[in-house]
């Protein structure tokens, strides 16, 4: 299973941004899918997941309101669309396919991870 995503980048406060994520060697639409993120010296945390469907979808609350998941199976890509960007958006952001259908906010939920895109937030 092949993970890439694509679209990070440096922008200024405020601005928007859309990442894309590209999954090869499974069938994308069974699989439950999210976006992580890990700042420097800090953890990796869940941003937000979405499920097979797309029926189904949550967010970290810092993203709440500002980010939206999305996916077009028929694609079989995965989107985060960054709107209202902040300092503390800064970080590399990690797309990630669940073992199932479904999706969680617990990271060892899945098991086929890209290698990252670094989005960097200036003031």
């Known amino acids: 299973v092949q993970v890439v995503e694509s679209g990070g980048g440096l922008v200024q406060a405020g601005d928007s941004l859309t990442l894309s994520c590209t999954v090869s060697?499974?069938?994308?639409?069974?699989?439950?899918m999210a976006w992580f993120r890990q700042a420097p010296g800090k953890e990796r945390e869940f941003v937000a997941f979405?499920?097979?469907?797309?029926?189904?979808?949550n967010y970290a609350d810092s993203v709440e309101g500002r980010f939206t998941i999305s996916r077009n199976n028929a694609k079989a890509t995965l989107y985060l669309q960054m709107d209202s960007l902040k300092l503390e958006d800064t970080a590399v952001y990690y797309c990630?396919?669940?073992?199932?259908?479904?999706?969680?906010?617990?990271?060892?939920?899945?098991?086929?991870w890209g290698q990252g895109t670094q989005v960097t937030v200036s003031s």
């Open positions: 060697g499974r069938t994308f639409s069974a699989y439950g």
């Open positions: 979405v499920t097979w469907s797309g029926a189904n979808v």
């Open positions: 990630a396919s669940s073992r199932t259908r479904w999706a969680s906010i617990r990271s060892d939920e899945y098991d086929a």
